[in-house]
């Protein structure tokens, strides 16, 4: 009787009769096993007016009420859909805490099923799933869908590490990957992130393997940009603004939009960092004045920027003010210092009794040819 009242839904002659309607087919699916899906679906029809009224509030709750992962008998793709629709809700009302809460309901690892299996048979005593809707998209389109809302919730907390992955598995999808004018604005967004995010060794592994992406080569600037970063070579600051300044703008006009609002002092922020690590390579101990001119800031600029890196565990480093030097050596205890002068001496005695062996051999061999 529900499936056939839902089918009039279409047919009221305005949308306060199509809302009384919802709600009262509602009202009578409520509590009722054997028509939790169309309960669901009237829900959902019932948001998307409140949705087109400005009412996004209430649509979120409506949407809410129904947890769509424990229906045996709805099929996997509409189920995903039904949740990544109240992720949306909630990122539009700003939400971002329940937003998270309901994304954690789906697992990535469910897009990578493979949709060319055949379907199996449902056996005795199974539930019988029921076939999706034709307005729900396939599974790599909600695949996608699902990372275009992450990248949003992420962005919100300018988590660029975590953006750049949701960039990097929406680059996988193999429709994207067909087609330049799609792929190409991805991979520049993977770049921008890659270098915005915090060195780290999830940062340093994705930065290598997008550098041997083939792809990397119709956008020479940005794999120039990665080559730097992987180059332990001080950068300029000033001379790379200037080059890239113009792509950063031109980011608004590509696919996802323009970057975070503090991508221009954030990517400061990780030159200097990157600066300070390959000083951290050369040099055991340096004076804050020169330290100060390599990174093109003053003292305290360069102090401050150190005493962080520092904190965050992202170097081991010493400042000792009234010297003013700064020493990156690790101090190490006696056991160290004893365990590493007996590998030292461990490695000459094995030296100079090879260089005895050799010696020895050569006199046995030029006694052998004067006898002869």
Known sequence: MVQQAMQYIDDTPDIVTCIELIKTLNSVSAGKIYVEIERARLIKKLAKIK???GLIAEAADLMQEVAVETFGAMAKTEKISYILEQVRLCLDRQDYIRAQILSRKISPRVFDADTLKEKKKPKEGDNIV?????DIPSLLELKRIYYELMIRYYSHNND?????????????????RENPSQWIPVLRKICWYLILAPHNPMQ????????????LSEIPKFRLLLKQLVTMEVILWTSLWNSYKDEVENEKNMLGGSLADKAAEDLRQRIIEHNILVVSKYYSRITLKRLAELLCLTIQEAEKHLSEMVVSKALVAK?????????????????????????????LLDLAEKSCHQIHKETMVHKAALKV
């Open 160 to 176: 660029y590490l975590e953006i750049c992955r949701c960039y990097k598995a929406i680059y996988e999808i193999p429709s994207i």
């Open 51 to 53: 949705e087109e009224q």
């Open 204 to 215: 340093s592994s994705l930065l290598s393997s997008t550098l041997e992406d083939k792809n």
């Open 130 to 134: 029921e076939e999706p809707p034709a």
């Open 319 to 347: 400042i000792d003010r009234p010297i003013g030097t700064v020493c990156f050596q690790v101090a190490k205890d006696s056991n160290e210092i004893l365990n590493g002068w007996a590998a030292n001496l461990e490695k």
